[in-house]
């Protein structure tokens, strides 16, 4: 699993499926939650399709603010299971 496949992913899915917005152009390194785009339900939601689609698990305790606010953050965790 390379660093652009899951970007992509995970890029694709917060604009369609979470902020429901494709046309959304998600920087790498934008505060999503911070900024209001993503809630801590929207969080919920990725935890189930990160683990969905790459069988990767997030424990509840790394799905917070401070280790998930940015694709970059996200695609880090992804990529360290």
């Given at each position: 699993?390379?660093?652009?496949?899951?970007?992509?992913?995970?890029?694709?899915?917060?604009?369609?499926?979470?902020?429901?917005?494709?046309?959304?152009?998600?920087?790498?390194?934008e505060?999503?939650?911070?900024?209001?785009?993503?809630?801590?339900?929207?969080?919920?939601?990725?935890g189930?399709?990160?683990?969905?689609?790459?069988?990767v698990?997030?424990?509840?305790?790394?799905?917070?603010?401070?280790?998930?606010?940015?694709?970059?953050?996200?695609?880090?965790?992804?990529?360290?299971?």
């Amino acid at each position: 699993m390379d660093e652009k496949t899951v970007r992509e992913k995970l890029r694709r899915f917060i604009t369609h499926d979470l902020i429901r917005d494709p046309q959304y152009n998600l920087q790498d390194d934008e505060g999503i939650i911070t900024s209001g785009l993503m809630d801590s339900f929207s969080l919920a939601e990725f935890g189930v399709y990160v683990e969905q689609e790459f069988d990767v698990y997030i424990p509840d305790a790394d799905l917070t603010v401070a280790k998930m606010d940015t694709l970059n953050q996200m695609v880090a965790r992804v990529l360290r299971s």
